[in-house]
Structures are given as structure tokens and as C-alpha cells.
């Protein structure tokens, strides 16, 4: 099959494109390299375009034949969606509107979307299930619930066959430490953690005195490759099913801040220094998918659940980045 990837060049796309190459796949990346990186498209011709400009992302896409578009392309800071809510709203909604468009013109009939926990704003429950009330409580996770709200739409009005799949933490690197995380700045408590232990400075951690175990946040870690397995089954899903879909995808248990701390020391053979930091606002004490959906649905089962051995991938990566 020809998959469209656009967003390519970042982390996860970088990630998935490695993954349908590997299993039989061709793959073509569009990606306006604001976030991600020339040299992680490896897999697969890059076209350079912006999905914001409408005409140019035409123009750059004739020619292009495609089965179906896996899309990641989206500005993703939650803090700096709050600052500058015009650009989230521009990337994330109007930008998709012009692939979907795109998309149309081509006939081609089959959205993998990349969401995010976001759309659930402050938890209701430990276990978040795709039932979960949707009220995100920033610019970022309302961008990404107005295009799962818009792909509904398409379904009815153009027979859009779409999966949404709402990602909880990426973490993790490929195996062999071709690619990895590298963003700027980076907001991620693993990379973080593992800069940290490069540097020999500090890792902050925001707060220490929630209700938890240990007083620290517990979140649900998904690993990069076991998300492109899910990808890989959506697309498989797209191809039987009709209508709008979503999916959640954690490992359906969570780790604190401080077991993180302590499964990267392991991994890197010494004591990682630490400094405690107020509370951030809205930080939720647990954040965990129930991923029974995927699992049972798709056929999804993470392969990557031991904290330890989700360090050491990206402690691989971290050592010697290739970007």
C-alpha cells in the first residue's frame, strides 16, 4: 500500500514510517520541517510543504497517489497553545481541513488522525475509556477535538473512512538508535531525565505532594513503536470498517514521576540529581488509558510495558543522536 505520511520528519511519524517500510509498505513524507528533521526521513521520499497554505500544499501534492493519509502534523505545546491560540487553531483545525480537501479532490478515502489525551481535559476517573467526557481545557486538545468533531462530519456528508487515535505519553526510541525524541524545547520527562544524566544538572520535578504512592504524578507510557503498531492496524481497520473512529492508546498502567527517576538510573548505571518544583496548574495526580478498545477492536497489545526497558531504547538514542 502507499501511505501519505504527513508529519513525517517528527518524532512518531519518523517512527512509523520506519515501521510500514519494514513491513512492505511505501511511504511518502510531507512535513514543513518546523518541528521535525531532514535527516529522520529515511524511509521515503520527503515533500516540503506547509498544510497551512492551501495552494502550496496542492501544488506540492500533484502527482501524489496515495491509499490512504496518516496525519501528525500538528503544533502540540499545550503552553504555548494558551499564548498563541490563532496559530494552534490555524495549524491544527484549518490545515487539516486543506489535506482533508486535498484528500477529496483525489478521492482518497481513508484518515488515520493523530490525537491526543487532551480531548478529556481534567480526569474524571484512574482509567480514561474512549466514553470519557471530552472538555479539553486548553487551545491545543480543543484543535484536536474539533477535527475528530470534523472527521464525524465527513463520514455522514463524504463517506470518509477515519481513525482518531488518542496517544497518552510517546516515549521511548527505535531499537537499533536510528531515530529518536528531539524537539526544542523539549517538555517530555524521559528525554529530560536522560539530558539530565548527560549534563549532570538537575530534572525538575513539578510537584511532590499529590495524593499518589509517592507524591509525584502518575502518568501512562506508550511506547513510539507500539504506536506505530497501532497505526499500522487502524489502517488495516479503515479498510473494513466505514465511519469515524477513535481509539485510546496507553498501556494501561501508570508510572510516577520518581518511578521514571529510578527506572533511568538503573538504566544508566547512577544517581540522576533532582530538584523538586511547585505544582504546575492543571496537572492532573493520575493520567492512565484504558486501552480495552485497541486491544480488543484493533488487535493492539503493547509490546514495550516495562519501564526500564522503554528507558533504555531512548538511553540508546540519547547517547548518540543522529539529529
Known amino acids: 500500500m502507499k501511505y501519505l505520511i504527513c508529519g513525517g520528519a517528527g518524532y512518531i511519524g519518523a517512527h512509523l514510517c520506519k515501521w510500514l517500510a519494514r513491513v512492505g509498505h511505501e511511504v511518502t513524507v510531507l512535513d514543513n520541517l518546523s518541528t521535525g528533521h531532514r535527516a529522520a526521513v529515511r524511509w521515503g521520499r520527503l515533500i516540503e510543504a506547509d498544510i497551512v497554505d492551501r495552494a502550496g500544499l496542492f501544488r506540492a501534492l500533484e502527482g501524489v497517489h496515495a491509499d490512504a493519509v496518516v496525519h501528525l502534523c500538528a503544533r502540540s505545546l499545550v503552553g504555548e497553545s494558551m499564548a498563541v491560540p490563532y496559530d494552534y487553531y490555524a495549524n491544527n483545525v484549518a490545515g487539516t481541513l486543506n ?19 487532551a480531548v478529556f481535559g481534567h480526569p474524571q476517573a484512574e482509567l480514561i475509556d474512549e466514553g470519557h467526557p471530552t472538555l479539553p481545557i486548553n487551545p491545543y486538545g480543543r484543535s484536536k477535538l474539533m477535527v475528530e468533531r470534523i472527521l464525524q462530519d465527513a463520514a455522514q456528508a463524504h463517506g470518509l473512512r477515519s481513525v482518531a487515535l488518542r496517544y497518552f505519553n510517546a516515549c521511548g526510541a527505535d531499537e537499533q538508535g536510528d531515530i529518536g525524541e528531539s524537539h526544542e524545547p523539549e517538555t517530555h520527562l524521559i528525554p529530560n531525565v536522560l539530558r539530565a544524566a548527560l549534563s549532570g544538572e538537575r530534572v525538575r520535578i513539578f510537584g511532590d505532594d499529590y495524593p499518589t504512592p509517592d507524591g509525584t504524578c502518575v502518568r501512562d507510557y506508550v511506547h513510539v513503536n507500539d504506536l506505530a503498531s497501532a497505526h499500522e492496524l487502524a489502517l488495516k481497520f479503515m479498510a473494513c470498517n466505514e465511519g469515524a473512529h477513535v481509539f485510546n492508546l496507553g498501556n494501561g498502567c501508570g ?52 519501564m526500564t526497558r522503554i528507558i533504555d531504547t531512548a538511553w540508546r538514542w540519547h547517547r548518540n543522536p543522529a539529529y
Request: net charge positive; charged share 25%.
Open 255 to 306: 508510572f510516577s514521576v520518581k518511578q521514571v527517576l529510578a527506572a533511568a538510573e538503573e538504566v544508566v548505571g547512577r544517581a540522576i540529581a533532582a530538584e523538586a518544583m511547585p505544582r504546575r496548574p492543571g496537572d492532573p495526580p493520575v493520567l492512565v488509558a484504558a486501552s480495552r478498545k485497541a486491544r480488543e477492536v484493533l488487535g493492539w497489545s503493547p509490546a514495550y510495558t516495562d
Open 99 to 117: 489535506v482533508l480537501e486535498w484528500m477529496r479532490t483525489r478521492n482518497v478515502d481513508k484518515f488515520l488522525f493523530s490525537s491526543t489525551a
